[in-house]
């Protein structure tokens, strides 16, 4: 009991932070207090005070400001790296599943090729060759989360075209497109969301590492990994420059961990199982 | 044992040659001419000429593929375009300070999760479970670098216990060698705790759960000797493949603690490598890098079969 009002307030607390990021991101150009990219160097590492929250940067830029900004670019490339890897993994994974044979081994072999590499060191390589900026980084991370979708995608056809009700469908002279459309991917979908809601968390933590290298989003555009990158230089005299951006990563990963966790718990049917049987 | 072994061998084949054909195809993934972004503008046209003869880039794509590879099987990754040095003789240089990083990070992991793990799970639900859960959530959604960071302006800058960069080889000077991997071994070690942690909590659940540890309470042993004798071995499994699954993990949590640490190690040469935009030794050690994590991995799918007889027999 104790452990269930545990999880609904960590669910409470995970949906609302997700909310203020999300208001946060659409909302940047309203309630950043100060242009995010304005310089006053007469201002440069102001403490944190009345006029700027979290204190202003080596160039006299308000961090505050700039951390808002950057939620938009750390929402962007967590939910669209992985729709990207959804999509593209989903597709694999249907027809690797669907056809079988020598297509599903090519299939396979290639996404056990692509998870060979460590993540973050494949996301390196690839920005490294697609130059950095946000677009490069979206397009590494879809990259690498590719695989998980695929398997993932592939096993629930697997399991789903040995059931009945798709020998029925076939009986009937239903032609395979529409067989994976109307019956595969529907029943397919619910640990393919579990596994996307769980990875946007991972997909903020690799950008704001790909942008604390360099290879993110280029300054003087805010984001998280790259304000701490271009604060610990400061963390002497200005340790606010670091802790602002990084408090922000670090609560708005939390709270993506633990709508993940809600959505695992709400969609698979053996974790509600032990949710009721504890 | 031996025919597990043999098997799982042979399908590694494949996807080795796939891992070498993406490798490969980086260098032509790059838009535009890669000889023009590898090189500055003003760099005498003589100059490119060779280097794209040198690198094969001027004949058709099957034979590039078909020379690197026969030059790769012989052991040559090819010279790093900065120094003009072997990759190989590159990374050589630079895997000792990776794999003192490696170990020192998995000892400090393992000193933490077990008995963090071990608590949580037997005083299920209690404060000190609480205590275990949350260090796991937080070790977990704590990127490397801020945690690096916040290890440096607490130990480093503040309290002046430790150094803040840079590295000392502990085999020539283990007390100075020591103290300077102390931080970056420790911002690796504590998410790789984080996660073992939680895994070998709730392996720990599920064992405790089992009929035989109902049975070996009746016969009147200890907690501690139930723990010890009988769950514990049966929990190791699913720990020993999150150990396998965090190898990635680890190194790419170290490709950032050496840069932020200024550690001359394999991972800081990776981040130098693309930002020089030199990709034959891009290429090399991400190469280098994958084949390490491949066999690593077939490693652990051998550990399984030494640590539990079933999966030995079956």
Known sequence: ???????????????????????????????APHDPLKQNLGNA???????????????????????????????VAGFVSVTLALLAGSVLGLVAGYCGGTIDGLLMRAMDAVLSFPPLVLALALGAVLGAGLTGVLIALGVVYTPTFARLMRGQVLSITARDYVDAARALGAPGWRIACKHVLPNATAP????????????????????????????????????????????QHAPWIVFGPGAALFVTVVGLNFVGDAVREALDPRIREQGRSA | M?????????????????????????????????????????VDATVKATLRAELGLDRPIAVQYVTWMGRVLRGDLGRSIRNGEPVIENVGRRIRPSLQLALMAMTISLVIAF??????????????????TTFALFGICMPNFLLALLLIFFFGVTLRWLPISGYTDPLED????????????????????AVITRTLRSSLLEALAEDYVRTARAKGLSEGRVVRGHVLRNALIPVVTVLGLQLGTLIGGAVITEYV??????????????????YPLVQGVVLL???GFILSNLLVDILYGLIDPRIRLH
């Open chain 1, 1 to 31: 009991m104790g452990s269930s009002i545990l999880g609904s307030v960590s669910t409470r607390l995970g949906a609302a932070i997700l909310l203020i990021a999300l208001a946060l991101a659409f909302g940047a150009p309203a309630l």
């Open chain 1, 45 to 75: 590492l102001a403490k944190p005070g009345a006029r700027h929250w979290l204190g202003t940067d080596n160039v006299g830029r308000d961090v505050l400001s700039r951390v808002v900004w950057g939620t938009r670019v750390s929402l």
């Open chain 1, 192 to 235: 393919i969301v579990v596994q996307a809601s769980l990875s946007v968390a991972f997909a903020i933590l690799a950008e704001a590492s790909l942008s604390f290298l360099g290879l993110g989003i280029q300054p003087p555009a805010a984001s998280w990994g790259s304000m701490i990158n271009a604060g610990r230089g400061y963390l």
């Open chain 2, 2 to 42: 031996a025919q597990v072994v043999v098997r799982r061998l042979l399908a590694t084949i494949p996807v080795l040659l796939l891992v070498t054909a993406g490798v490969f195809a980086l260098l032509h993934l790059t838009p535009g001419d890669p000889i023009d972004v590898m090189m500055a503008e003003s």
């Open chain 2, 115 to 132: 008995p963090v793990g071990i608590v949580s799970a037997v005083r299920r639900n209690q404060p000190v479970d609480r205590a275990g």
């Open chain 2, 174 to 193: 283990p007390v100075a060698g020591v103290r300077s991997l102390v931080l970056p071994a420790v911002t690796l070690g504590l998410a790789l705790a």
């Open chain 2, 261 to 278: 640490f200024a550690l001359p190690g394999v991972g800081r040469l990776v981040v130098d490598a693309v930002f020089a935009r030199d």
């Open chain 2, 289 to 291: 890098i994958a084949v």
